[in-house]
């Protein structure tokens, strides 16, 4: 069994930070990308960042120079720093990982933290 397990989240005011975290755990022989998504009420999940084993991350635009995504050396931990941050920032933001699983490569996700933005 596999776990991703998400915390950090909150309601915080416009302008402000959250550094969001997230810990896969388990029987995990190896773990290659991991990233954030977050989804608002009434809209579609949306990539927020990523980042590769070797450290290359990717952003959304809208984001871009607000969020900064990192690992840690095991590479078993995604973090998420949040700067200015705005009410559109309002979302759940779940982890996704690729790990491999009883030799099973294959996409996992936590169950999400929410992020309310207030203004």
């Known amino acids: 069994q596999v776990r991703l397990v998400e915390s950090g989240g909150g309601l915080v005011q416009a302008g402000g930070s959250l550094r969001l975290s997230c810990e896969a755990s388990?029987?995990?022989?190896?773990?290659?990308?991991m990233g954030w998504y977050r989804q608002a009420p009434g809209k579609q999940r949306a990539l927020v960042a990523t980042?590769?084993?070797?450290?290359?991350?990717n952003y959304a635009d809208f984001v871009k120079g607000r969020f900064t995504i990192s690992r840690n050396g095991a590479k078993d931990m995604v973090y998420l720093q949040m700067n200015s941050l705005e009410p559109d920032d309002t979302a759940l933001y779940s982890c996704?990982?690729?790990?491999?699983?009883?030799?099973?490569?294959?996409?996992?996700w936590g169950q999400g933290t929410q992020v309310t933005v207030s203004s």
């Open positions: 996704n990982a690729r790990m491999t699983y009883r030799l099973v490569y294959s996409y996992y």
């Open positions: 388990g029987d995990i022989s190896s773990i290659g990308s």
């Open positions: 980042i590769t084993s070797s450290g290359s991350t």
